[in-house]
């Protein structure tokens, strides 16, 4: 842990999301509540929010990926960060002037910018860091996340209430400063022999799809993260139902169960920083997977309060397990120049396949009862252990094919 913390990469990469999450909080409870008073709590206006958030996602990852590859790290990433930052005080200038629906305009560019930026952070792990230090250095960076997913809302809306919103964005604005500061202490990119005819771009995203379909570890995750992605998105909207039906409890004790949740998250992350390179990361992966199955089958079940807050916090406690070490095999059997277009086209399979299921577990409410929908969320978990089983045996970069890669 000690050697961790004296890392310079780490140190200045957990430096920069601690004040890109900050900062994107800020905004994100600075515009929703902006808006809110704007439209008059206008569900269309509010929904935009979300567009903005998760469109760039779905539709520019990939090619997000690709540029990332294109482009050396530090500079890609200082760059996107600064260009955030100039998107942010460009909107305040524009809220003095002009309309306030140009508000939207900051999270969309924001999002657009963290699709390059996001992949070549991790081209920055797999570059720099001794395989000991990734798994490790993913779980900080989830702690950190997840320790935003509850204190960011309280932070956001405390900001946005105490200065308003010009204030605020230009506290944003600072805050993503802060993050190209903290990216300055990063090693200089490797410098790489010049090409003398580089694929055009849509080869390159051409060569990394082909790159993906023909390795089996990366199919694997790639499935195994969309499975997830369906379960969670299933039961997400839901939660206040177990509340109201399972509880028989008002709708306020909503804000306990996500607070119960949030705690396992960050315990979560802690855990896994600890136990980094003493357990196998397929044993971590297999044993959480089978775990969230069963806590999300208890919580569907439940009619008694302390054993459904039990099953939220081992709830939240295995997602971020989940997610560091599907991202530790990928990072470890995926080849420095594929790491942007891997990243790139795996992680939206997440999030495309929870908003599909964010979408229609409403209707499905209509159909089902509580109880079934959170089984076939289990179920769809216990679905994906059929997928991480076979990872066993390519468990680490030992068995990465480096002839193959350079093949592309």
Not at 261 to 288: D, E, Q, R, T, Y
Not at 322 to 337: A, C, H, M
Not at 370 to 396: C, E, M, R, T, Y
């Amino acid at each position: 842990m000690l050697d961790l913390l004296k890392n310079r990469i780490i140190l200045s990469l957990i430096g920069s999301m601690f004040f890109l999450q900050l900062g994107v909080w800020i905004r994100n409870f600075t515009i929703l509540l902006y808006v809110i008073e704007k439209t008059n709590k206008n569900p269309i206006a509010i929904s935009l929010i979300s567009i903005a958030e998760y469109g760039p996602i779905l539709i520019f990852s990939f090619i997000g990926g690709a540029l990332a590859d294109r482009w050396r790290a530090k500079k890609t990433m200082i760059w996107c960060d600064f260009l955030s930052a100039i998107s942010v005080f460009l909107v305040f200038l524009t809220l003095l002037i002009g309309s306030w629906k140009v508000i939207f305009l900051s999270t969309l560019l924001s999002t657009l910018f963290s699709q390059v930026s996001v992949p070549a952070s991790a081209k920055m792990f797999k570059t720099h860091l001794e395989d000991r230090y990734i798994q490790p250095a993913i779980a900080l960076n989830q702690t950190i996340i997840a320790t935003f997913m509850i204190m960011g809302p309280v932070i956001g809306t405390i900001v946005y209430q105490y200065f308003g919103v010009y204030q605020s964005f230009l506290l944003i604005g600072s805050l993503f400063l802060l993050s190209v500061l903290s990216l300055l202490f990063l090693p200089n990119d490797k410098k790489e022999k010049v090409e003398i005819s580089k694929p055009n771009l849509f080869k390159e995203l051409r060569i990394g799809f082909q790159y993906i379909r023909n390795r089996k570890e990366l199919v694997l995750l790639g499935v195994c993260f969309s499975i997830a992605g369906l379960a969670i998105g299933l039961i997400q909207p839901l939660n206040v139902f177990i509340v109201i039906e399972n509880l028989n409890l008002d709708k306020s004790f909503l804000s306990v169960l996500l607070m119960i949740n949030g705690l396992g998250m960050i315990v979560g992350g802690v855990v896994s920083l600890i136990v980094a390179n003493k357990v196998s990361v397929h044993k971590s992966l297999l044993f959480s997977v089978i775990l969230t199955a069963l806590a999300v089958s208890i919580i569907g079940f439940s009619k008694i309060v302390w054993i459904t807050l039990m099953a939220q916090f081992i709830y939240g406690l295995c997602l971020p397990i989940i997610q560091i070490s599907i991202n530790t095999v990928l990072l470890r059997n995926t080849d420095e120049k594929f790491i942007g277009r891997v990243n790139g086209l795996i992680t939206p399979l997440y999030t495309g396949s929870m908003i599909l299921t964010i979408l229609i577990s409403g209707m499905v409410k209509n159909h089902l009862s509580l109880v079934s929908i959170f089984q076939i969320s289990a179920i769809f978990f216990l679905i994906a252990v059929f997928f991480i089983l076979p990872l066993k045996n390519n468990d680490g970069s030992k068995n990465f094919d480096k002839e193959r890669a350079n093949s592309y």
